[in-house]
């Protein structure tokens, strides 16, 4: 069956809560924060919000059932998606589709977690029921370790180098030079990288991501609703979600994009040539190499190469991350899910926290979320554009 | 790069089990590896689950002694380990494909950086726990197959 476009439905308003590294405030009041701000620059009234999807790893025990009454909502549309890397783009889907079915008009999607001296640590360790029994007992159960595994396997497999890798983060440090918020903003030179100390062999400092609080949220709605409230746009040209993709690899060497890639580009009607910047989950730099593969740019394997001849850069031949992504911003929990897609949103509709991407009307986002063991399980893209 | 490992073994480990995977720990208090298998495919499966990952079905496993041994696929060095492993780095994290096939996570002893290679052939090491049961790690095997 062809699947149904996302015509009619938007999103809109991109709001951060510029990230802190520690906070001793809950993430109730992070997440109450971004609705608020939501609410106050679209001119709405609280009531307007019917429809309401949240994404946190530090909010229990509430849900977002619990959370409608912290927040004073009363939404006749609630979902709770707790996917990490991969919430922003669930949500947006989600949301999109329940806009088109009209079983809300107006969805604020919200994504946030607070970071206390020790709440990174609960979070890896509540992540899978398997992970306490298979991997915590090896002094494994963060994702350092298990990232480590996949990129030294990648790297056998294909010849990556740690040159290839830095290359993604020194371009991705250098655009998040202009972004107020971002935890690391001093550049990074090649021999910094290099002799960054290890953290789990070949991992090392640079490769990982900043643990913060922080939140990042954005309305869905129809787009004469969005028109109405004056709010700049974009348009949503597809979608895909997998969960659980390649359970017989041996360990991940690819993530579940290659399963959905020909439906992503066939509904948008584009290539991977037509767009003009790509937003990857970077929790680590070996994952957007596999997603420059398994998302279309180049051949399985060729992720070395690709990074080799291009320039990842906002003026570069392939900008990437535009914003510094989470190895340069930092990752605020859930709220890394949403980063990228907030950051796209900025840019599609010319209104960038830092640079500009030139004649950015098309672009990728995708999400991967949930390690365990030694895969991440959740994988998902969009394909954006810029209002007509 | 012929740097020592740490062991890892004086680690305090309070491991919870489940109902799913009880079967697995049994096995280890008298040093036996046992997995699940699904008997509808033929296949091994690692860690414990509830169910056949291959049928779906609870019924279609069951679990099987094996030898344990297998050879280095990938691996780490952990220079800054999880809390309770603060202070014992540099330890090593290996996966290891066992000769049924199916990749295990653990640690490895009696090993030194320099020997570490993707391929190295290993087997057991069983460690005692406080509660009876042990938990598998690697080491080197050096001897006749």
């Not at chain 1, 910094?192 to 922080?214: K, Q, T």
């Not at chain 1, 840019?347 to 009307?361: D, E, F, H, I, M």
Request: charged share 20%; glycine share 8%.
């Amino acid at each position: 069956m062809q699947r149904k476009s996302y015509e009619g439905a938007v999103a809109c308003l991109p709001v951060t809560i510029p990230y802190r590294r520690y906070s001793t405030n809950s993430a109730q009041w992070w997440l109450g924060r971004a609705l608020h701000e939501l609410i106050k620059r679209a001119g709405l009234r609280l009531k307007d919000i019917d429809g309401f999807a949240v994404s946190s790893f530090t909010v229990g025990p509430d849900t977002a059932v619990g959370l409608t009454q912290h927040f004073g909502l009363s939404p006749r549309w609630l979902d709770h998606i707790p996917f990490g890397g991969a919430s922003g783009i669930v949500a947006l889907r989600r949301a999109a589709r329940a806009v088109q079915a009209g079983d809300a008009d107006i969805v604020a999607c919200v994504a946030g977690d607070t970071n206390h001296v020790d709440s990174f640590r609960k979070t890896l360790s509540t992540f899978s029921r398997f992970a306490q029994d298979a991997v915590y007992p090896y002094g494994s159960g963060g994702a350092n370790a298990s990232f480590a595994l996949i990129t030294k396997h990648y790297m056998n497999s294909y010849g990556a180098k740690r040159e290839d890798f830095a290359k993604i983060c020194i371009a991705q440090r250098d655009n998040a030079m202009s972004i107020p918020h971002a935890m690391m903003k001093k550049k990074l030179t090649l021999d910094e990288y290099m002799s960054a100390r290890p953290i789990a062999d070949p991992i090392h400092l640079f490769d990982c991501v900043m643990p913060c609080a922080g939140a990042e949220a954005f309305l869905v709605c129809r787009e004469d609703v969005a028109k109405s409230l004056n709010l700049p746009s974009i348009r949503i040209l597809s979608t895909i979600e997998r969960h659980n993709a390649f359970p017989n690899d041996p360990m991940q060497i690819r993530g579940g994009w290659e399963l959905d890639i020909g439906e992503l580009w066939s509904m948008a009607a584009l290539t991977p040539k037509d767009v003009d910047f790509v937003q990857t989950y970077d929790d680590y730099p070996v994952i957007s190499m596999m997603q420059f593969e398994d998302l279309g740019f180049c051949a399985k394997g060729a992720g070395p190469d690709f990074v080799r001849s291009h320039t990842l850069t906002n003026d570069g031949t392939f900008p990437h991350n535009t914003s510094g992504g989470q190895l340069s911003v930092g990752q605020a929990g859930a709220a890394g899910g949403f980063l990228g897609l907030v950051e796209a949103m900025r840019q599609l509709t010319s209104q960038p926290l830092g640079s500009q991407v030139p004649n950015a009307n098309a672009c990728l986002v995708s999400g991967f979320g949930m390690i365990n063991y030694d895969r991440g399980l959740s994988s998902c893209a969009a394909v954006l554009a810029r209002a007509a | 790069m012929s740097k020592a490992l740490n062991d890892t073994l004086g680690v305090k480990r309070a491991i919870k089990h489940f109902d799913f995977s009880e079967p697995y720990w049994e096995g280890t208090k008298q040093k036996k590896l046992v997995i699940q298998y699904c008997k509808a495919t033929g296949k091994y499966q690692h860690f414990p689950r509830p169910v056949s990952i291959f049928t779906g079905r609870r019924r279609d496993i069951e679990w099987r002694e094996v030898s344990g041994k297998g050879v280095v696929f990938s691996y780490t060095v952990a220079q800054r380990g999880t809390p309770a492993f603060r202070g014992l780095e540099p330890y090593a994290v290996v996966s290891v494909t066992l000769d049924v096939g199916v990749n295990f996570i653990a640690n490895i002893v009696n090993c030194t950086a320099a020997e570490l290679k993707v391929g190295m052939k290993v087997k057991p090491y069983w460690h005692p726990l406080d509660d009876g049961t042990h938990l598998l790690m690697f080491q080197p095997d050096n001897g006749p197959a």
